[in-house]
């Protein structure tokens, strides 16, 4: 894998990070595309307009994502789902350490290339949905320059809403990109193995922030 593809998954799962941060709690009546394309609207523009944002602020984005996420992101659903079938080793003390952890390290990953959103506009695929779906994808390609660049989102229906739980970014989607990282980690440490791993990667990502 290049290093100009992973800085462009960098950048584009950032923006992703950020639409979860700013997204609304979705009203009963609206679909998974129309939520995915408000949440992705007000982002791009609050993105463009925000100067801290664009700067890289940590701090304002951790604090975002705390109180904006988890409404509209099944984040235990996507930890669980990366974990894999350690997750169902772990121990409650344990799953609650690991979506801790999993959750600051990619907001941590990808912050830095919040900064680097400029004319960047969304183009949504038409999404086929029957009345009995519980779960759909809603495509989307991400326009500036050069080639467009892929970004799907799954969706799980919760209640009278619906949240996302995985994302596709330049074709790979991120849970099981994470998955076969964590199986190498849990089958050589176990589980609290994994926890010490991610937690000396984010405190080495916050040391570097403030270096």
Do not use: C
């Amino acid at each position: 894998m290049t290093k100009n593809l992973l800085q462009r998954r960098a950048w584009i799962a950032g923006l992703t990070l950020a639409a979860m941060a700013w997204s609304l709690p979705a009203a009963a009546s609206e679909a998974p595309d129309a939520l995915v394309k408000r949440i992705s609207t007000e982002v791009l523009d609050t993105i463009k307009t925000d100067p801290a944002i664009r700067a890289g602020d940590m701090n304002k984005i951790m604090a975002l994502v705390d109180s904006k996420i988890m409404p509209n992101v099944n984040f235990t659903r996507m930890t669980a789902s990366a974990v894999g079938r350690g997750w169902r080793q772990a121990t409650p003390e344990q799953q609650k350490q690991l979506e801790t952890e999993f959750k600051a390290l990619l907001v941590r990953t990808y912050s830095g290339a919040l900064g680097e959103v400029r004319d960047q506009t969304l183009s949504f695929k038409p999404m086929r949905m029957r009345p009995e779906d519980t779960e759909v994808v809603v495509r989307s390609e991400v326009r500036g320059k050069g080639e467009p660049i892929q970004l799907d989102y799954r969706l799980e229906k919760v209640g009278d809403g619906w949240k996302i739980y995985d994302l596709n970014v330049l074709g790979l989607w991120l849970v099981e990109t994470y998955r076969n990282q964590f199986a190498q980690e849990i089958n050589a440490n176990g589980i609290d193995g994994l926890i010490k791993s991610l937690s000396q990667r984010n405190k080495a990502s916050a040391t570097a922030k403030t270096s």
